[in-house]
């Protein structure tokens, strides 16, 4: 429950924000790792999003946060790419007990600033890069907006009795608070929502796109791809991670997963795709082959159990010409009866099966 949570995380010393849009759409903002911890539906105590299970008690938040591995708390995050150069300070060595989560950056030391009448998050950061050695200083900033109902208008909406809807519009900013036109640098913002897992990840495509896998192995029958779909059902054990490029892509994916036994939810993410954009995340053995602007990291591990819907952002610095950049997505959800939200999946995604 949202409450609860609020008051969790106070107890645990890591005060919370709550923002809610016209429709009653109730979106919870934690200073403490920039995020976006939960989604709730007006009056409905559910949260889409997974949530870290130390979160459930003061105690154990409390015990968490002191700790020293990552404060990996849950929700909608926003991380930068490359991540070859930003998590693998060893590189070229790939093994993932260098995997390394920069503590500037995650959970960095964002700032509660209001601004204009808005709760804005901001981080000042600087980080070195594994293969260039090059020290980078930067700025995200994040604030959030409502996102109305995309459907709200449309005859299927009337009729999907039993539905609740929640939703908001994120922007997502990122600076280089010392440019230079010699900085060989190039950033990108990513952002990743982790779901609760066991759901199936819905990529609608202009044409037949080709997953590539940048980590585990992944069952056939789990990685689905027709012309103008692919499917993933990320219900594995262990830790899997795919990534598709840009050019084919639509800008929209969705998570299908059961709520209860009777109720199933779907989370949308709706984004700027721009295949002219510098898309700069490769895959870890190939850092030549660029142009991966969507990814999903199914997780099943000591890490937790969790679904990753991720996206990129087009690159600033180096020979980009941009020194900032200001994204701006929109997360729908939808919660209800199977069959209702599989139409609303069919309606938004393209996804008929």
């Not at 109730?26 to 976006?36: D, E, I, K, N, Q």
């Not at 950056?105 to 050695?133: C, F, H, M």
């Not at 969705?254 to 002219?276: C, E, K, Q, T």
């Not at 895959?283 to 591990?301: D, K, L, M, Y």
Request: aromatic share 10%.
């Amino acid at each position: 429950m949202l409450e609860q949570l609020v008051e969790t995380l106070a107890g645990a010393g890591k005060p919370a924000e709550t923002y809610t849009s016209p429709d009653g759409s109730r979106v919870l903002l934690l200073p403490h790792g920039g995020r976006v911890l939960g989604l709730f539906a007006a009056g409905e105590p559910e949260n889409f999003y997974w949530t870290h299970p130390a979160l459930q008690s003061v105690k154990t938040a409390a015990a968490f946060y002191a700790g020293d591995e990552w404060h990996n708390s849950g929700g909608d995050r926003t991380w930068l790419a490359p991540e070859v150069d930003i998590f693998f300070p060893k590189f070229p060595d790939l093994a993932m007990s260098t995997y390394w989560q920069p503590r500037q950056l995650d959970p960095g030391r964002y700032q509660a600033i209001e601004v204009n009448g808005s709760l804005r998050l901001v981080n000042r950061l600087s980080l070195t890069l594994s293969r260039s050695k090059e020290e980078v200083a930067l700025e995200i900033s994040k604030w959030v907006g409502a996102a109305p109902n995309p459907l709200r208008y449309e005859q299927e909406w009337t009729s999907a009795s039993g539905v609740r809807y929640a939703g908001y519009t994120q922007h997502t900013g990122l600076a280089l608070t010392e440019f230079s036109d010699r900085t060989n640098a190039q950033i990108g913002l990513w952002n990743l929502v982790q779901m609760p897992h066991g759901g199936e990840l819905l990529v609608p495509t202009y044409s037949k796109a080709t997953p590539k896998v940048y980590m585990g192995e992944i069952a056939p029958a789990d990685l689905v791809v027709t012309g103008r779909m692919v499917r993933y059902r990320m219900r594995a054990n262990g830790e899997h991670k795919i990534g598709l490029r840009g050019a084919a892509m639509t800008g929209r994916v969705g998570y299908l997963y059961a709520a209860n036994d009777r109720d199933s939810a779907l989370i949308i993410r709706n984004f700027f795709v721009n295949p002219s954009g510098q898309y700069v995340d490769v895959p870890w053995r190939e850092t030549g082959n660029f142009g991966f602007a969507i990814q999903a990291c199914n997780v099943n591990s000591a890490l937790g159990a969790f679904s990753e819907l991720e996206y990129h952002v087009p690159a600033i610095g180096g020979g980009t010409g941009l020194s900032s950049y200001e994204d701006v997505s929109q997360v729908w959800a939808f919660r209800g009866p199977t069959d209702s939200i599989r139409s609303i999946a069919g309606l938004l995604l393209g996804d008929r099966g």
